[in-house]
Structures are given as C-alpha cells and as structure tokens.
C-alpha cells in the first residue's frame, strides 16, 4: 500500500481522536511551509509527540525513527506510514540519503534531534546534526518547533510552537547549536 495512503486515511483519526483526548493548543502553525520541502525539528518530550505533529499540519511528515519500530507486527504499520528507518548504533548514511531524496521531493521531514525521548532533568539534550545537515544539503527550510506541557487526558495541559522557518547557511556545527539555542530559549520562556 502506498504510504501517503494510509497516512492521509489515519491523520484525520488521529487529529481527531488526539484533539479529543488531550485537547493540544497550536502555535504557528502559517509558520508550516505549505508547498515546499520542509524540515519540522524540535525537543521531544513523549512517544505520543509523532501524533502530535501529524494532528498540526494536512501535510504528510515522514519521521525519522529508531528502525526498530519497523520490525514485527508494528512494522507492518510504521513502514506504511512513511517512517524513515535509522540505526541509531551506527552513522546511517541510508536514513540520511533517504531524508535527503524525501526533501528532494518536496515533502516534510519530522525529526527530533535529540535523538530520544528527554527523560533527564536538563531543558533539553545536545542535538544530533541530522536536520541541520539535511537542510544545508537540500536547500530546505527548518521549521524549528518545542513541545511545553504534558500529555494529561482530557485537559488542555499541551501545546505545540511552530517558530519562524530559517535556511541553514554556515557551519553544519555552529547551526546545529544555533538550532539548538532556539529552541532551548524557548523552552526556557515557560519556565522564567
């Protein structure tokens, strides 16, 4: 089955259901790019942040995520919904080409460079280069996003910031901790 099928038959459910159960607030959303290739980056707070992101935008985000939630019965699911496999004991080149070719399609990539879930009592951990790297190499916006709250049925505890869209342009280092210091300063907002 084609991927962007089952993707664009379940994201109504899903906004709906989700929008239902934790009543999420949305922020910039004009800031999603409508047409163009864009990269979605930001902290990532719980398993349910992929739902999150998917109930903000009609358009389809191909995630990366740990290739494990690819394998066995989940597999069969996850594969059919675009998510891009990264092994995350090694330097995947194939995610990255894969991320890559997505862009070059004009499609959204969502990713979290932290690379897991923060269960540290830091705002935020040190990012990964991958977003930083895949918008330096395909010309793409990032649209940079934080997470404040938490999942707490049925009350309106969540919210979602969409902020300004930017084009990387220097050193894939220096860009990856200016990424990182938006969304970080941002975060820190809710907390001053």
Not at 22 to 46: F, M, S, V, W
Not at 110 to 124: K, V
Not at 168 to 191: G, H, P, Y
């Amino acid at each position: 089955m084609n991927q962007n099928i089952l993707y664009r038959i379940t994201r109504p459910i899903i906004k709906i259901v989700f929008n239902i159960l934790y009543r999420p607030t949305y922020i910039g959303l004009d800031n999603i790019c409508k047409q163009e290739p864009c990269i979605l980056a930001g902290n990532h707070t719980n398993y349910l942040d992929c739902l999150l992101l998917i109930s903000s935008t009609n358009r389809t985000i191909h995630f990366l995520a740990k290739k494990e939630l690819t394998l066995g019965l989940k597999g069969i699911i996850f594969n059919n919904m675009g998510i891009i496999p990264v092994d995350r004991k090694t330097h995947d080149k194939k995610a990255l080409t894969t991320a890559i070719e997505t862009l070059n399609n004009k499609s959204v990539i969502g990713i979290f460079p932290e690379g897991t879930i923060n269960r540290t009592n830091d705002i935020i951990i040190p990012f990964k280069i991958g977003a930083v790297k895949m918008s330096k190499e395909t010309n793409s916006k990032i649209v940079p996003f934080v997470i404040k709250g938490h999942y707490k049925l049925f009350r309106k505890n969540i919210t979602i910031e969409f902020l300004k869209p930017y084009k990387v342009e220097k050193d894939l280092s220096q860009e990856n901790k200016k990424l990182m210091t938006i969304i970080e300063n941002e975060l820190r907002k809710e907390n001053s």
